[in-house]
Structures are given as C-alpha cells and as structure tokens.
C-alpha cells in the first residue's frame, strides 16, 4: 500500500462574538464580544519506522478540529486542534485535482500543512469607533480549507538492487545486511521493496534497496512494474544484477538490455544513473559457460562476477559501491560550491492582493483576501454588509471597480456571491 488519496479538511475558524456589557453601576457598557478562534490545521508528518499508507487507506478522509465561538466580555474561543497524520519518510504529496506537488517528505520528523484552519472572526469589541459606539456587528469564521490529496512513497535508498526475478537480488541483500528477504525459487518471489545497511567499515555504510523483479513490459505496468519502478528513482547508484547461470532459459546479455529499455521507458532519467554489474551465480557450471561471452559483450567496462549464496565477490563490489556514492556525493557538493549566486538580486515584487476581470454579466473579483472578507461577513446584518464596503474600498476594489466603468447596478461576483454595485447606497450609510 504505498500510494493513497485521501480528503483532508481543516477546521473553520470560530464566529465572532456581539455582545454588550451589562453590569451594575455601568450604565452605557460597551461592546465585548470576543474573537473566534483559529481552525485546526491538517498536517502530515514523515515517520521513521512506517512503510505504508494502509491506514489512510481505511481513514480516506481527515478532519481537524473547528476553532471555538468567540464570547462575552472579550473571551477568545479556543483554537482548534490540528489533525496530525502520520507517513512515512519519502511519501510525495501531490494536490489530487491540479497535479501540483505540495511536499517530497524526505526527512524524519518533515512535516507539511496541507489543509490550512480559518481564521477566527473578530468579535464586535474590534469595530468600535468613535462614530461606530454601539457596533452590532461581528465577523464570522473562515472556512478552512478542503483538498484532495494523493500520497506516494518512494524508497529512499543509496543504491537500489534491478534485475529479473530469481536474478539473486534478495539473496545479494540478505548477504551484505542484516534484511531477511524472502527468499524462494520462483518469480515474484519479492512482493514489496526491501531495505538493508550495508557496513563496509564501522564508520562506513550506505542503504541498499532491493527492488522487486522487473520485466519486459514493466513500465507499462506488467508484473509488478509501476508499483516498484517508482522506488527506483530516489537512488543514486544501482546494482545491475544478472544471472549468469540462464538456468531457466534466458539469455543473460538480452536481459540487461530488455531491462535498461524499461527503466528508459519509465524515466528517462534512469538510464543516466550511474550502474555497477553484477553477474551472479558464478558458482554454477552453466555461469562459467556464459562468463567469456558476457565480459565480451561489456569490453573494457568493469564487471563483478559474485555468488550471492557463498559471497564469492560480494565484498570487492559493496566496496566499489560505497566508493561510486563517496565520488558522487563529492561531486555534488563541488557543484554546489561552484555555483554563482547573485546577492544583489532584486526582491520580488508583492502579489497583487485581487484581479478585476469584466464579463459580459458583472465585473468578476479574485484573490484570497476579498474571498476572505465576503466568507467572513453576515450578510443577514446591514452593518456587517457596510463593514465589507469599509474592506473592500480599503484594498481597493471599490476604486478599480470604478476605473472600470462600473455604474450604479452593475453585478460584482466574488466568490459565490454577487453584489448589486451601490456605492452611493454604501457611503450614505
């Protein structure tokens, strides 16, 4: 169960409170209606020690908690809890509708927001003014935000372990690790990706990952193909492992040229990682009929003739393995030393706070914060639709409304909702 979609929906921000005071001896007690409080958020978490999204599987919709009610004499409502989802480490999260990836969860304890909670509406105590003494009004909560997301893992390991079923991968594996594969004489035998620490010295180890057996076809999906391609391409390096021995048939120089096509096919990128081969089974009398012909094929590229059974050749190649990582790691970090940063590049410019598109039925108006402040406003209450006037003129809508030739009844849109444009009605109140 390594990929999941689930529904996610952050908490909606408690309503502002109205109310008065009303107390002996004070005969003209203010507003003191409190704030709501914020929405709980929905946040994923990269967990070391898991390996599967069967959970969410069976959970496909995450909920945080809604923010609480604003009160009298100026309590705040409580905040509301944020939902905290456990993944493991190496999960993508993509936004299931627009493809957009919003985290690569590489790192234990990594964690992403991927449903934001409301804001919680100010109370009446906020909108008392000098002109605005007795304010019946007050803000209500935001809606939190709701999302589909979907979540894949992919292994992260240093060197992944490619090559045909029963090509020796999982005993290569429980050889140079503490893993315990499953091992068994017959395809598929490896049903979900394995992972072991190689130590070639106490202070010297890299993560070998055992990919389950590829065939022709795989990036199509055949076999077992697109559920485990995927892991492949976290790695830095990979094992190329061949048998040698052709016991059932195959022919050993054909299998890593299918099997490099389908790694090619799937992601280009794949072939351009660096490769060591293996050829395996060298302990078998038909291997040593094939070793000449396959030390041909490969010239003067370096091969390493193994038996994952008795370890013959095992060490030397775990050792060129690790020594590959260290050059790659060394490599990359030069290139990052090398490049040329710009330290007096000019800052970003601000992102507009709204658009303003004209149609051919009303004068449309998009952004988070005019979005904000119409799901905010009671609409039920005059003084909070004048208190969205007051808001809007302040971001300046109102104003490029009016550059663009809006008259009085014309029809604005934001969001959902559609307004007469008034904007004598609205300043005479």
Do not use: W
């Not at 929906?9 to 003209?28: H, L, M, Q, T, Y």
Request: proline share 6%.
């Amino acid at each position: 169960m390594d990929t999941a979609r689930i529904q996610v929906k952050a908490g909606d921000g408690g309503n502002g409170c109205i109310s008065f005071r009303r107390e002996k001896f004070v005969p003209r007690g203010g507003p003191d209606g409190g704030d709501g409080g914020n929405g709980g958020n929905v946040v994923l978490v990269a967990t070391l020690g898991m390996s599967t999204l069967i959970d969410l599987r069976h959970n496909p919709r995450q909920v945080a908690e809604n923010g609480g009610h604003g009160a009298g004499k100026q309590r705040v409502g409580a905040d509301g809890v944020d939902r905290i989802i456990k993944v493991p480490a190496g999960t993508i999260v993509r936004d299931q509708d627009t493809l957009e990836m919003l985290a690569d969860l590489t790192e234990p304890d990594q964690t992403v927001i991927v449903a934001r909670g409301g804001i919680g509406g100010k109370g009446n105590a906020h909108f008392k003014s000098s002109t605005f003494q007795a304010p019946r009004v007050a803000e209500k909560g935001e809606p939190g935000e709701g999302r589909e997301i979907s979540l894949e893992i992919k292994l992260i390991a240093d060197v992944g372990l490619v090559g045909y079923p029963n090509a020796g991968k999982s005993t290569l594996l429980a050889r140079t690790s503490a893993a315990t594969p499953k091992i068994a004489p017959y395809p598929f035998t490896t049903l979900r990706p394995n992972l072991g620490v190689v130590r070639i010295d106490r202070e010297q180890n890299f993560i070998l990952a055992d990919i389950p057996g590829l065939i022709e076809g795989a990036h199509k999906g055949a076999g077992l193909g697109h559920q485990f391609l995927r892991h492949i391409e976290r790695t830095k390096m990979l094992v190329h492992v061949i048998d040698l021995s052709a016991t059932d048939g195959r022919d050993p120089i054909e299998d890593y040229e299918q099997l490099n096509r389908e790694l090619g096919h799937y992601n280009a990128l794949l072939t351009k990682l660096p490769q060591i081969i293996a050829v395996n089974k060298i302990d078998m009398p038909e291997a040593q009929a094939n070793l000449t012909r396959v030390q041909e094929y490969f010239g003067k590229r370096k091969i390493f003739p193994i038996s994952a059974v008795t370890g013959e050749g095992v060490n030397p190649l775990m050792q060129q393995a690790y020594r590959s990582l260290q050059y790659l790691e060394t490599r990359a970090r030069e290139e990052a030393e090398t490049t040329i940063t710009f330290e007096h590049e000019l800052p970003p410019e601000p992102p507009a706070r709204f658009e303003l598109v004209r149609t051919e039925e009303a004068f449309v108006v998009s952004g988070a914060e005019p979005r904000r402040a119409v799901l905010m406003t009671d609409m039920d209450s005059e003084q909070g639709v004048i208190l969205l006037y007051r808001k809007l003129k302040n971001m300046g809508v109102i104003n490029a409304l009016a550059r663009e030739g809006a008259v009085e009844g014309d029809t604005v849109q934001i969001d959902e909702f559609e307004f007469t444009y008034s904007p004598r009605a609205m300043q005479s109140n």
